[in-house]
């Protein structure tokens, strides 16, 4: 996989979710670096509704990109992502869900099991 990405930090992200996509034998991390890996013109940006709309109770969601506070949230959610609004940040947390960065989240789980991507 050729990493497009300019910015140091992403491309270490892209570099370790591929690699550790082939050691830990998940698909899941593999398709975060590939969203990754795609141009800022194209980036992901999902707003609270869209989780609230399509996620369930206490699921574990990736966005590879940005979430912003449009829309409230009522289910407690474990988010990781690139960045977070500071409101988007705010609702999650005021629901009893995780605000966490896609690192921290394959740290905690390198397999990938019952974790959904949006985006």
């Keep these: 996989m050729q990493i497009k990405n300019k910015n140091p930090v992403l491309k270490n992200l892209i570099e370790t979710l591929y690699k550790g996509s082939f050691k830990h034998n998940s698909p ?12 800022r013109r ?3 940006e999902v707003n609270l509704l869209t989780l609230e709309k399509h996620a369930n109770k206490n699921e574990t969601i990736i966005v590879p990109g940005c979430v912003l506070g449009f829309g409230e949230i009522t289910k407690k959610l ?3 992502a ?4 500071r409101t988007a ?3 999650i947390e005021k629901a009893g869900g995780s605000c966490l960065s896609i690192e ?3 740290e905690k789980n ?7 991507i949006m985006g």
Excluded: T
Excluded at 82 to 85: A, E, G, T
Excluded at 110 to 116: A, F, L, M, T, V
């Design 28 to 39: 899941l991390w593999r398709a975060v670096a590939e969203k990754l890996n795609k141009p």
């Design 42 to 44: 194209k980036a992901y």
């Design 78 to 80: 474990n988010v990781a």
């Design 82 to 85: 690139v960045r977070f609004s």
């Design 89 to 91: 940040k705010e609702k």
């Design 104 to 106: 921290e989240l394959y």
């Design 110 to 116: 390198p397999k990938g099991h019952r974790i959904k």
